[in-house]
């Protein structure tokens, strides 16, 4: 990967909206952040290039999320939001063959387990730090999430 190639990532990045990008090739990792009008570039490692095919992994194009409608946000406002505390891939249960931390409806305490989350082969429990109902998963089942993503909502009344 050459100084264009980087350059034009760190365009693409910065007009995208994303807050942060990693690419790890064989003999390049690549960490790109934005945020508060400044691009940071973090070059870990570089080997120099041995007649080695190249490979350039395009990066993945943001999702839009569909507008939510402000009624639904107003009705959310009285709710209390879990969110998660690391990067990692979220999952409802302990074990395949087990049944869900919690569910719709489910009553939890300061504490209780809710989700387990995966990062770098790592089962982190994510514990609750407000009592009350679960009324909504945010989350699919083994879905990929980001720092600070809402993963329940739940009724603290």
Do not use: H
Not at 8 to 28: R, Y
Not at 58 to 68: C, L, W
Request: charged share 25%; net charge negative.
């Amino acid at each position: 990967m050459d100084i264009k190639e980087i350059q034009n990532l760190i365009k693409f990045v910065a007009k995208s909206g994303a807050s942060e990008v990693k690419l790890e090739m064989e003999d390049v990792k690549l960490t790109i952040r934005t945020g508060s009008g400044k691009t940071e570039t973090t070059i870990v490692q570089a080997a120099p290039m041995q007649n080695v095919p190249q490979q350039v992994a395009a990066p993945a194009q943001p999702v839009a999320a569909p507008a939510e409608p402000a009624k639904t946000e107003s009705e959310n406002s009285k709710y209390v939001t879990v969110k998660s505390p690391i990067i990692g891939t979220f999952y409802r249960k302990p074990a395949p063959d087990k049944p869900n931390f919690v569910d719709v409806g489910s009553e939890i305490s300061t504490g209780d387990t809710v989700c387990v989350i995966e990062a770098m082969k790592l089962f982190n429990e994510i514990e609750s730090e407000v009592s009350g109902k679960i009324i909504k998963v945010l989350v699919d089942d083994s879905s990929p999430v980001e720092f600070d993503q809402p993963l329940f909502l739940v009724d603290p009344s």
